[in-house]
């Protein structure tokens, strides 16, 4: 009888401590599910928002703004004897502005904004647009902007000369993209487009720095 009701009592004391574990491990299962859900929710507000003017003109500008750029670095990169520090920079922009064009048409799209308002006379299509930019402010107007007489110079160039020139004209359009990304900062409203417009703030300063220091040096 007494080893009975001690089996008993061995067996209630197991069953009693998996439920307390299955209970805990439900309880530390369902903390989780719910700080997973948090984060997920977290993460979307970031690119949610509303926007205002500012923001349609920052993505609408920054495009053929960041399209040129990339232009200028494939010049750059179709030519030989160009010193090396030169030709990784020119990737570092392309890699760097080919996403960013992405999704500013992206939420251009969202927005049910075109990827221009203004057409803008410079012979190139813009990536989302679909017609040719024939009439209007020319690229020049924009800040920084190259004219079609630079980058035929820029085209033109060879070797030192070359790599010379790239970094001059790129340094001018670097400052005309942070001064339109200050503005976006300063009167922007959708987080994801000013915490953009501050990324780019911050790299092509650095890359302004690079560019200096390699004017000096070739």
Not at 43 to 62: C, I, K, L, P, Y
Not at 163 to 188: K, P
Request: hydrophobic share 40%.
């Amino acid at each position: 009888m007494k080893k009975s009701l001690a089996i008993s009592a061995a067996s209630a004391a197991v069953l009693l401590a998996l439920t307390a574990c299955g209970s805990s491990d439900t309880d530390q299962a369902t903390d989780t599910t719910a700080a997973s859900a948090t984060m997920t929710s977290a993460s979307a507000e970031a690119g949610t928002g509303e926007h205002n003017d500012a923001d349609v003109a920052f993505a609408q500008g920054m495009i053929p703004h960041h399209t040129q750029a990339i232009e200028m670095s494939d010049t750059l990169l179709a030519k030989e004897g160009i010193d090396p520090r030169v030709t990784a920079l020119a990737e570092q922009i392309k890699s760097a502005q080919t996403p960013e064009i992405e999704q500013l048409n992206a939420w251009l799209a969202e927005w049910g904004q075109s990827a221009s308002s203004t057409p803008m006379s410079s012979g190139m299509d813009m990536p989302g647009m679909s017609t040719p930019m024939s009439t209007g402010m020319s690229m020049p107007d924009m800040e920084g902007m190259m004219s079609p007489e630079d980058m035929q110079a820029l085209a033109n160039a060879q070797g030192v000369d070359a790599a010379r020139l790239f970094l001059t004209q790129m340094i001018e359009h670097h400052r005309g993209a942070i001064a339109m990304a200050q503005t976006e900062v300063d009167t922007g409203q959708y987080p994801a487009a000013v915490q953009m417009a501050q990324n780019i703030i911050d790299t092509q300063q650095k890359e302004i720095t690079t560019m200096e220091e390699l004017l000096s040096s070739l």
